[in-house]
């Protein structure tokens, strides 16, 4: 047990990655996450390009975006937090592995 669960803060244990979205491979679309109701403009994470480096964790000035401590990828873990004209973290991601699905193209 580390510090941030003695003090509540810690991690739920986590769905193994290919459990959750399917294989990594082999897809013609990069799986991605169902937009928050009433957010359809929420960000998706294209797993075949997310390295896990949590630059849109550090970026995020709302805290949508989550990593686990067994996955590979980032997560988006609050997209009802996400603020529609932002898209700081796809700006910052270095594999443009950020999309907004809902958001109309050239918009924000």
Given at each position: ?108
């Amino acid at each position: 047990m580390g510090l941030w669960d003695a003090l509540g803060f810690g991690r739920t244990p986590e769905a193994p990655l290919d459990a959750a979205t399917g294989p990594r491979s082999g897809s013609a679309a990069p799986p991605v996450q169902a937009a928050a109701p009433g957010r359809p403009w929420a960000p998706a994470i294209d797993t075949h390009a997310c390295r896990g480096c949590g630059t849109c964790v550090d970026e995020c000035p709302t805290g949508v975006f989550a990593l686990g401590r067994s996955a590979e990828v980032a997560r988006v873990a609050r997209p009802e937090r996400c603020e529609p004209d932002c898209q700081r973290c796809a700006k910052y991601c270095p594999n443009e592995g950020i999309r907004f699905p809902g958001r109309a193209a050239g918009a924000g």
